[in-house]
């Protein structure tokens, strides 16, 4: 398990590594992150602010309350609120960006696809496919969000659940949206798709923990995502690899 999940962290590196190789293709996947960095961030600054209102409006139940616990709630709940808005933001900038930026992020994992050998597809992925695969991320992250937020309304250990569950899931649907590409230029079916993450899951989520984080930190998400497109499409190569040798114990 460990060595599965570093493996994935370790390929999101080598994804960075390839603004060394192809510094120019690698830029220009800068240019839709920015865009969608932009409006993300001002939606989410907008609803910070307008936060204490509407966790005010919901609770009017607490407005009898002792001023400390009714603060105390109050907080707690526009804590959770704000992360669960945040999963959500995460999940619409991928989808947003990857929606934006297709052919640039085409031409990065093309790129990438003739650096590793073998075989370069010539199918596409599709303007209009891409289209779908980002509104059914988004409501996949909407769904997250929502119980992400109802998890957080539990006492005491509530914001702290929601808040590791939601960070899990979120990785895990930016993993598999970041490498989709990769297997529908390859041709690989959708429950042929399910089966290799189910079976490398522990590396899908320690790349899409790393990215996570990288998304988090401030403008980490423009900067990353070219380097994330890169490393999504060698770990949908390393997996397809590693599925046409028979499995090991460590797999």
Same mark, same amino acid.
């Given at each position: 398990?460990?060595?599965?999940?570093?493996?994935?962290?370790?390929?999101?590196?080598?994804?960075?590594?390839?603004?060394?190789?192809?510094?120019?293709?690698?830029?220009?996947?800068?240019?839709?992150?920015?865009?969608?960095?932009?409006?993300?961030?001002?939606?989410?600054?907008?609803?910070?602010?307008?936060?204490?209102?509407?966790?005010?409006?919901?609770?009017?139940?607490?407005?009898?309350?002792?001023?400390?616990?009714?603060?105390?709630?109050?907080?707690?709940?526009?804590?959770?609120?704000?992360?669960?808005?945040?999963?959500?933001?995460?999940?619409?900038?991928?989808?947003?960006?990857?929606?934006?930026?297709?052919?640039?992020?085409?031409?990065?994992?093309?790129?990438?696809?003739?650096?590793?050998?073998?075989?370069?597809?010539?199918?596409?992925?599709?303007?209009?496919?891409?289209?779908?695969? !980002? =509104?059914?991320?988004?409501?996949?992250?909407?769904? &997250? +969000? $929502? %119980?992400? *937020?109802? #998890? !957080? =309304?539990?006492?005491?250990?509530?914001?702290?659940? &929601? +808040? $590791? %569950?939601? *960070?899990? #899931?979120?990785?895990?649907?930016?993993?598999?949206?970041?490498?989709?590409?990769?297997?529908?230029?390859?041709?690989?079916?959708?429950?042929?798709?399910?089966?290799?993450?189910?079976?490398?899951?522990?590396?899908?989520?320690?790349?899409?923990?790393?990215?996570?984080?990288?998304?988090?930190?401030?403008?980490?998400?423009?900067?990353?995502?070219?380097?994330?497109?890169?490393?999504?499409?060698?770990?949908?190569?390393?997996?397809?690899?590693?599925?046409?040798?028979?499995?090991?114990?460590?797999?």
């Amino acid at each position: 398990m460990i060595r599965e999940l570093w493996s994935g962290v370790t390929t999101l590196g080598r994804g960075f590594a390839t603004w060394r190789t192809r510094p120019r293709l690698m830029a220009l996947g800068l240019i839709p992150a920015a865009i969608s960095f932009v409006l993300l961030a001002a939606a989410l600054i907008a609803f910070a602010a307008f936060l204490p209102t509407i966790v005010t409006w919901a609770t009017p139940f607490a407005d009898s309350w002792n001023d400390v616990l009714r603060d105390i709630v109050r907080f707690l709940l526009g804590l959770v609120a704000f992360g669960a808005a945040s999963v959500l933001a995460v999940i619409t900038f991928t989808a947003l960006t990857l929606t934006i930026g297709d052919p640039f992020y085409e031409r990065i994992s093309r790129g990438v696809e003739a650096d590793l050998g073998g075989e370069i597809p010539d199918a596409e992925g599709g303007f209009w496919r891409g289209i779908v695969d !980002g =509104l059914q991320l988004v409501f996949f992250g909407a769904l &997250a +969000a $929502v %119980l992400m *937020f109802l #998890i !957080g =309304l539990i006492p005491l250990v509530g914001s702290v659940i &929601a +808040a $590791v %569950l939601g *960070f899990i #899931i979120t990785a895990r649907l930016l993993a598999r949206e970041l490498s989709s590409r990769t297997f529908e230029l390859h041709g690989v079916p959708l429950s042929a798709r399910r089966q290799l993450l189910k079976r490398f899951r522990w590396r899908v989520l320690g790349f899409g923990i790393v990215t996570q984080l990288c998304f988090l930190v401030p403008l980490g998400a423009v900067v990353a995502m070219p380097a994330a497109v890169a490393g999504a499409t060698m770990l949908a190569r390393d997996m397809l690899a590693a599925a046409s040798r028979p499995p090991t114990a460590s797999s």
